[in-house]
């Protein structure tokens, strides 16, 4: 009787030490596969882990330059590249406004909404400060911001601002594709042309119609915008000089004859666009999205043999040849794209935010290109629109894997 239980004492004592080897086996494995993925969406766990609070205070030090600007009657000064940039500075208040919650930021905010307002033109349309023209790109920017101010305050008068700016894409609307009207005639790029599809698609999604000629221009678009993709190489054109009738705006435009950096950087821009709204698109177009998500790694991989590696941006013309403001864009870019395809491009997104804070100014500007000086506005904006977005973003992944660790 007594070897009877001791035998079975022994056997016992065996089981529990294999489950309890098993258990740390478990343990310790899947501890592993924690730090290395998020099992609930596939994001890289290895993302850049950045001290956000540096890069805030780079944002504050940029505002008080902003706000050295402000001036009644543009509501900042009137430069090259105004409006937009009135777009850019509210989505820097938007953002901080969504870190901080405080009136200051919540008023500044609607100060820039008041002058994109004030500065548009009877048919909701803005004029551009370099052609003298219309734009359809800011219609496109200006209609997402107050569709985002509306999702954050829920102010229905950023609603109807953002109806009548998008409604009114169809001024620019010619041949199934946008155009961009000057004093020199019409021209067409690929990237409004996407963007405003995006937006569309997000509009759509927000207010839970989608007409049907909006519905149709955006297809257009999407199909319009692809016609300069090269799905072999996933190299996507910035315009469609292969239409000779544009040729004749080359000394005027920014416009290249062959697919080099400039154009690569545009690409880059476009996934951001697609990847921020892509829930949206996938609910109203989701054939589109299903053609263009699966080309989305291709691309960036074409956009990196045209990347300046070294810190992480983009030729982008003579007068920034290391722009500095393309950084804000590709680290935010490729964070997306890290968490979209659980992909490591943490040198890049760390270069990246390494050279806007190398190259701030104690006036708080960024220069135009790395290792020059040259305070402008326009080309320092981008930074303040792109960078607090993707703090944002870093800080809301966080706090959702620890609440997904939460025992």
Known sequence: ????????????????????????????????????????????????????????????????FIVSLE??????????????????????????????????????LERVLRYIIQVKNADWTWNMSSFAGTNSLYNSFFGKIFLDVYRETNNKIYLDYAEKTIKSLDKFYVKQRLVT???????????????????????????????????NMAVNLFKHSLRGYHGSSGLWDYDSLSNTKYRKYLKKL???????????????ILLSSFLENKKSIKKIFPDLYDIFYSEIPKISNGVKKYMLTDIATFNYDSEAPRCVECCADTALAFYLIDKEFGTNNNPIISNALAVIIKNQDNSGVYYKSDGENGVLLWYSDNI??????????????RCSRCHDNRP
């Not at 999604?205 to 519905?215: G, Q």
């Not at 920014?254 to 880059?268: E, G, I, R, T």
């Not at 303040?384 to 992944?397: G, H, I, Q, V």
């Open 181 to 215: 009207k000057t004093n020199n005639g019409e021209y067409e790029t690929y990237n409004p042309n996407f963007f405003a599809f995006t937006t569309i698609a997000y509009y759509c999604d927000l207010t839970s119609e989608c007409p049907e000629n909006l519905y």
């Open 384 to 397: 303040a629109d792109k960078l607090p977005r993707l703090l944002n973003e870093m800080e809301t992944s």
């Open 254 to 268: 920014p416009h290249q004859l062959f697919y080099n950096s400039h154009d690569a950087f545009y690409s880059m």
């Open 1 to 64: 009787m007594n070897n009877k239980l001791a035998n079975i004492r022994c056997k016992i004592i065996i089981c529990a030490l294999v489950i309890l080897i098993i258990s740390l086996y478990l343990a310790v494995n899947i501890n592993k596969s924690d730090s290395v993925y998020n099992v609930d969406n596939n994001v890289s766990m290895n993302s850049t882990i950045i001290d956000t609070s540096r890069y805030w205070n780079s944002i504050h030090l940029y505002e008080k």
């Open 71 to 108: 001036n009644n009657k543009y509501g900042y000064e009137y430069n090259e590249g105004y409006p937009l940039y009135l777009g850019t500075i509210a989505s820097m208040y938007l953002e901080l406004y969504r870190k901080y919650r405080t009136d200051y930021y919540r008023n500044k």
